[in-house]
Structures are given as C-alpha cells and as structure tokens.
C-alpha cells in the first residue's frame, strides 16, 4: 500500500513559479505527476523511474523539471514560466507493479496509486 501527499499548489501570476511535492511511503518502480483542468481529461505531465530515466509532456518541456529526493521519499515538480494554460488539478501518481519498468509513458493506467491532488491557478 502506497500513500502519496501533495502540496505546494498556489494561485500564481503568468510567468511565475511554484514546486510542487508529493511524498510518499513504501515502493514504488515509477512515480509521476498528472493533471487534470475543469473538462478536460487527466494528461500525464513528467514521470520518473527511480534513476534511470525521465519523460515530460511537450507541454511543459523545458518549463518544468521532475526530481526526486530519495532520503525523503519525495517526489518533486518544479514549475517555471507557469502559463494560464498550466491550471489544473495536479495529482501525483505511483507504480508499484512494474507497469513502467521498460516503457516510461505518460500514461494513467500505469499508475495505480494517486494523491489527493493540489491545486495551480495561473491567472493571465
């Protein structure tokens, strides 16, 4: 069983930053960060495999930047140039059962344990 606990969502200006985190308990192969906006369907954001490899929506490429402190066991976002477009609900996202062990994809269904959320509003 895996917890995962966001925080560091914040109502920001356009061009501003914010990081979030996630920490977690127990382990897992992968952990990654999704969102979710009003209507729209949840799109995976940056994932993780322990410290073997990365992979970021083009969305956000070069903007943002996923990292892990292991001795934590947390997971952080740390978002820069926020765009409106940025708002949303963002979950973190855990895989225990090796879904992404070969392939790393931003993919939901790889994930079987999510956090609460925390929300990011980015005003124009």
């Known amino acids: 069983q895996v917890q995962l606990v966001e925080s560091g969502g914040n109502s920001v200006q356009a061009g501003g930053s914010l990081k979030l985190s996630c920490v977690g308990s127990g382990y897992t192969y992968c952990m990654g960060w999704f969102r979710q906006a009003p209507g729209k369907e949840r799109e995976g954001v940056a994932v993780?495999?322990?410290?073997?490899?990365?992979r970021d929506s083009e969305s956000v490429k070069d903007r943002f930047g996923i990292s892990k402190d292991n001795a934590k066991n947390t997971l952080y976002l740390q978002m820069s140039s926020l765009k409106p477009e940025d708002t949303a609900m963002y979950y973190c996202?855990?895989?225990?059962?090796?879904?992404?062990?070969?392939?790393?994809?931003?993919?939901?269904?790889?994930?079987?344990?999510w956090g609460q959320g925390t929300q990011v509003t980015v005003s124009s």
């Open positions: 993780l495999r322990g410290d073997s490899g990365a």
């Open positions: 996202a855990a895989d225990t059962s090796g879904a992404c062990r070969f392939t790393l994809r931003l993919e939901a269904s790889d994930f079987e344990y």
